[in-house]
T-cell receptor, first 108, second 115 residues
Framework: SQELEQSPQSLIVQEGKNLTINCTSS?????LYWYKQKYGEGLIFLMM?????EEKSHEKITAKLDEKKQQSSLHITASQPSHAGIYLC????????FGAGTTVTVRA | EAQVTQNPRYLITVTGKKLTVTCSQN?????MSWYRQDPGLGLRQIYY???????DKGDVPEGYKVSRKEKRNFPLILESPSPNQTSLYFC??????????????FGPGTRLTVT
């Protein structure tokens, strides 16, 4: 199955600052998903990327998939306390595989 | 409201006592799956089901069973739970709009502790 590596494992950011999370795959990605999870709760779908070079935005969150389709980044602009949580990338490899997650803490 | 429900949400049990975690979805999805989430390991798939009566092993199926007798339900069965099955479990269901276009809907999670 797909091996997905996320970095960093965790990060702390001051409210209002930007942050970036990376997801790297061992294989070409046919579909890349980003999810957000509040601690101990279910996952919430953020967005899906399929094409090389694709970029999608939702509110202050932007996700990109590189041309080679082996790396994706999630960028949050002007972070807020509501952005705190665990962000996971998932790869479409017939069945969905996930990275280990990045824990984001936003300090007021 | 489209949703995936799991029960129970929290469970503490003892080694060897059979238990079932139920999962139900109201979206008429064909594909359903079970994951466990452990610190540092992320989400790992236990079993999945492509449709009624069609199930297959995921990455960590040992110690678990599933069944899919109806489209909406996909229970996870631990015949003889052990402490290494202490984890947070998620059920998910998925649209199948093509090989690379599905989005998974996750249940709220079941926190299981086996002593």
């Amino acid at each position: 199955s797909q091996e997905l590596e996320q970095s960093p494992q965790s990060l702390i950011v001051q409210e209002g600052k930007n942050l970036t999370i990376n997801c790297t795959s061992s294989k070409t990605l046919y579909g890349l998903y980003w999810y957000k999870q509040k601690y101990g709760e279910g996952l919430i779908f953020l967005m899906m990327l399929q094409k090389g070079g694709e970029e999608k935005s939702h509110e202050k969150i932007t996700a990109k998939l590189d041309e080679k389709k082996q790396q994706s980044s999630l960028h949050i602009t002007a972070s807020q306390p509501s952005h705190a949580g665990i962000y996971l990338c998932g790869a479409d490899d017939y069945k969905l595989s996930f990275g280990a997650g990045t824990t984001v803490t936003v300090r007021a | 409201e489209a949703q995936v429900t799991q029960n129970p949400r929290y469970l503490i049990t003892v080694t060897g006592k059979k238990l079932t975690v139920t999962c139900s979805q109201n979206m008429n999805h064909e594909y359903m799956s079970w994951y466990r989430q452990d610190p540092g390991l992320g989400l790992r798939q236990i079993y999945y089901s492509m449709n009624v009566e069609v199930t297959d092993k995921g990455d960590v199926p040992e110690g678990y069973k599933v069944s899919r007798k109806e489209k909406r339900n996909f229970p996870l069965i631990l015949e003889s739970p052990s402490p290494n099955q202490t984890s947070l479990y998620f059920c998910a269901s998925t649209t199948t709009g093509g090989a690379s276009s599905y989005e998974q809907y996750f249940g709220p999670g079941t926190r299981l502790t086996v002593t």
